[in-house]
């Protein structure tokens, strides 16, 4: 297999745009190519937790992120049944990890801020309005077949990167399957002017009930915040709309007065791609895995996906390394969204939306109990980290996958849910 420089790089979300930057930074030739006529900034994820602040720094963009939005430390869980209120800051590790706070800003912004450095860098472009639509593979290359508002053409690479969201079509195209299920809530993202931190709230707050749950955030430093809730999945988005306003009363103070900049819903997902890798073709972010944004896992994974990719795909083309690196790759972000953040997410899910009295006690005893332990505090606190690539070693296969079979429970390889009624299906319908 021929190991050239050459890339193309599907979707200019975040996942993409960063994968494409440090591998430009490392010498590829990289093209990006983007279905939209420029980055999709509907409202979505905001939130950058300190694994990814390190992501970052580790490809030299955290000092220009900060600039960006608010850094903060604190988050709050709000118990719906008592009352009660639990607390934890990021400034409880600061003695651990440089990376002790969280950053705010729209995950667009950060896509522009990294696409203006790409561009900046030798052998790079980005091809807007170009949506892919077939693939084809030798051992020589990689084949993409695009539409463009010129008409049908053909891009050459050496290797080509699925970073096409969780509808992903490079996903289809090389045949592997989105396994897993799509929950039957929506999911609504409101924006709204509203400065939630004169009432009570701190930066990232979760509202646990079982009907008027809710994620409030800060969104940046100009009194935008983030409130994500549940709806009806049978009502239709003009109807979720015109409910905006009734759903966010729930958490506004009495007679508060706000401006919604935007609102959207969305379905929510824990699906993972059969592989991560076929061939010259690799897969990243929301192509390679989807999950439900409770805890902010999917947005966190991608990044962590591009930092690994990164580094493999470098080493082979820098010929550091033989395509080995690829499987791993393939195989490490794959295990780490099946072991770590598929789970994660599915329980801060459960955690946030549970109806069961005695259990949504018992959570409020956990959490609790959680934070009058400074040790454990600080474990959970750091936790976030696991989400790291391990790195890569020749004999893997013998040994680090060896040992992940060994510790291995049943269930751990499939995507796994909270209730027999999920339909488990090998694509999003
Ligand atoms: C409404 C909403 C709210 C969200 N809120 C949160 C949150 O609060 N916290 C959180 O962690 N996560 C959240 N998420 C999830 C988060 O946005 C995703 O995890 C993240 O966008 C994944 O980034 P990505 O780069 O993998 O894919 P995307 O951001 O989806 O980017 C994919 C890109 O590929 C392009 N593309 C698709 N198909 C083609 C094609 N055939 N040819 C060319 N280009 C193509 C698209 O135009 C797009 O630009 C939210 C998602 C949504 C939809």
């Given amino acids: 297999m021929s190991k050239g420089k050459r890339v193309i790089v599907v979707g200019a979300g975040p996942a993409g745009v960063l994968t494409a930057y440090g591998l430009a930074k490392q010498g590829a030739h990289v093209t990006i190519i ?34 960006l939005g608010p850094s903060t430390y604190d988050y709050q869980c709000f118990f719906a049944l008592t009352g009660n ?21 729209g995950q667009h912004i950060l896509a522009k801020m990294v696409l203006a450095r790409f561009l900046a860098l030798p052998n790079t472009q980005i091809c807007w309005s170009t949506n892919l639509v077939e ?12 539409d463009t508002p010129n008409g049908q053409q053909t891009l050459e690479a050496d290797w080509l990167i699925g970073a096409d969201g969780a509808r992903s079509t490079v996903r289809k195209l090389i045949g592997a399957s989105f396994d897993g299920f799509t929950w039957p809530d929506t999911f609504m993202a409101a924006n709204i002017y509203f400065d939630f931190g004169l009432h009570g709230y701190v930066p ?15 969104i940046d430093n100009t009194g935008l915040w983030r409130v994500a809730y549940g709806e009806d999945s049978e009502l239709s988005e003009e109807q979720r709309l015109a409910r905006v306003d009734q759903r966010l009363r729930h958490w506004l103070p009495e007679g508060a007065e706000y401006t919604l900049e935007r609102a959207n819903s969305y379905r929510v997902h824990q699906r993972s791609a059969s592989s991560y890798r076929v061939g010259r073709v690799l897969l990243a972010g929301d192509a390679a895995h989807a999950t439900n944004p409770i805890g902010g896992m999917g947005f966190t994974s991608g990044i ?31 295990r780490i969204f099946l072991e770590v953040a598929n789970p994660t997410a599915i329980e801060f ?28 505090l600080r474990q959970a606190l750091m936790s976030v980290f696991i989400l790291e690539s391990r790195p890569y070693q020749s004999d893997w296969r013998d040994t680090l996958v060896k040992q992940d079979l060994d510790q291995q429970t049943n269930g751990k390889t499939v995507v796994g849910g909270t209730s027999s009624t999920l339909r488990r299906t090998t694509e999003i319908e």
């Fill in 34 to 67: 983007d279905r939209e006529a420029d980055v999709v900034s509907s409202p979505r994820a905001t939130i950058y937790l300190p694994s990814t602040c390190k992501a970052l720094d580790t490809l030299g963009l955290l000092e220009e992120a900060k600039t």
């Fill in 85 to 105: 209120v639990g607390r934890m800051s990021h400034k409880l590790v600061e003695d651990l990890t440089p990376y002790h706070f969280i950053l705010h800003f």
């Fill in 135 to 146: 693939i084809a593979e030798n051992d020589e290359k990689v084949v993409a077949v695009v």
């Fill in 204 to 218: 990232s707050n979760m509202i646990s009930d079982p009907v008027n749950w809710a994620v409030i955030a800060q």
């Fill in 304 to 334: 962590q996906d591009a930092l690994t990719l990164i580094d493999c795909l470098s080493s082979v083309i820098n010929e550091h390394a033989n395509d080995d690196t690829l499987d791993w790759y393939a195989y490490e972000r794959r």
């Fill in 349 to 376: 899910k459960r955690r946030t939306q549970e109806s069961d009295p005695e259990r949504r006690l018992e959570d409020e005893r956990n959490f609790l109990e959680m934070t009058a332990n400074e040790d454990i």
